[in-house]
């Protein structure tokens, strides 16, 4: 099945700077790859995705871009702030489409 | 919508007691997935529904675990008997479509067995 590994598992960035954080997956027919942003004690919500048609995809400070090829996905925060701290997760979907699986997760600090 | 909810929101229980948890997804969604959160194992999916039927239980972890979806709009996770390292964070998701829309989260239910 899908199996999908993310990098690093904790991240310390000063404010201001960028944070990068890579996933690879599996599956060369997966299609859609989401990431979700989890808050302490929140529930994951989803801040960007991107599917397997297109290379890149930006969304104001945040950016997400796919390898095919290489079967590698990543997430780009500029500027990083304060509040950009949480436990961030890729996923991709399986070669069904029918359901996502995760990455571990990536405890994002950002240090003022 | 209000979204995804469920209940309780936090549950503790002594070891051997029977859990039952509940979902209500986003009206419209067809699929229903179950998620166990810990530090150790992750987003963990248990099962997930299409149209009120299970479609993939290979991640109930044993026989002790247990989902239905008896309509569109509810659906249980039900543990008999719990554990100890049933101790997580359960969370229920929907989406309209799965692996290419957006899977909406609920609040979680935070099960402490004792």
Same mark, same amino acid.
């Given at each position: 099945?899908?199996?999908?590994?993310?990098?690093? %598992?904790?991240? %310390?960035?000063?404010?201001?700077?960028?944070?990068?954080?890579?996933?690879?997956?599996?599956?060369?027919? %997966?299609?859609? $790859?989401?990431?979700?942003?989890?808050?302490?004690?929140?529930?994951?919500?989803?801040?960007?995705?991107?599917? %397997?048609?297109?290379?890149?995809?930006?969304?104001?400070?945040?950016?997400?871009?796919?390898?095919?090829?290489?079967?590698? $996905?990543?997430?780009?925060?500029?500027?990083?702030?304060?509040?950009?701290?949480?436990?961030?997760?890729?996923?991709?979907?399986?070669?069904?489409?029918?359901?996502?699986? $995760?990455?571990?997760?990536?405890?994002?600090?950002?240090?003022? | 919508? !209000?979204?995804?909810?469920?209940?309780?929101?936090?549950?503790?229980?002594?070891?051997?007691?029977? *859990?039952?948890?509940?979902?209500?997804?986003?009206?419209?969604? =067809?699929?229903?997935?179950?998620?166990?959160?810990?530090?150790?194992?992750?987003?963990?999916?248990?099962?997930?529904?299409?149209?009120? *039927?299970?479609? =993939? =239980? +290979?991640?109930?972890?044993? =026989?002790?675990?247990? !989902?239905?979806?008896?309509?569109?709009? /509810? +659906?249980?996770?039900?543990?008999?008997? +719990?554990?100890?390292?049933?101790?997580? *964070?359960? /969370?229920?998701?929907? +989406?309209?479509?799965?692996?290419?829309?957006?899977? /909406? /989260?609920?609040?979680?239910?935070?099960?402490?067995?004792?």
């Amino acid at each position: 099945g899908e199996n999908v590994e993310q990098h690093p %598992s904790t991240l %310390s960035v000063q404010e201001g700077d960028s944070a990068v954080i890579k996933c690879t997956y599996s599956d060369s027919a %997966s299609n859609y $790859f989401p990431w979700y942003k989890q808050e302490l004690g929140k529930r994951p919500q989803l801040i960007i995705d991107i599917r %397997s048609n297109v290379g890149e995809k930006k969304d104001q400070r945040i950016a997400v871009t796919l390898n095919k090829t290489a079967k590698h $996905f990543s997430l780009h925060i500029t500027e990083t702030q304060p509040e950009d701290s949480a436990v961030y997760f890729c996923a991709a979907s399986n070669k069904y489409g029918n359901k996502l699986v $995760f990455g571990a997760g990536t405890i994002l600090r950002v240090k003022s | 919508d !209000a979204g995804v909810i469920q209940s309780p929101r936090h549950e503790v229980t002594e070891m051997g007691q029977e *859990v039952t948890l509940r979902c209500k997804p986003i009206s419209g969604h =067809d699929y229903l997935f179950w998620y166990r959160q810990t530090m150790m194992r992750g987003l963990e999916l248990l099962i997930y529904f299409n149209n009120n *039927v299970p479609i =993939d =239980d +290979s991640g109930m972890p044993e =026989d002790r675990f247990s !989902a239905k979806m008896p309509n569109a709009s /509810f +659906s249980t996770l039900k543990i008999q008997p +719990s554990e100890p390292r049933d101790s997580a *964070v359960y /969370f229920c998701a929907s +989406s309209f479509r799965a692996g290419v829309t957006e899977a /909406f /989260f609920g609040q979680g239910t935070r099960l402490t067995v004792v």
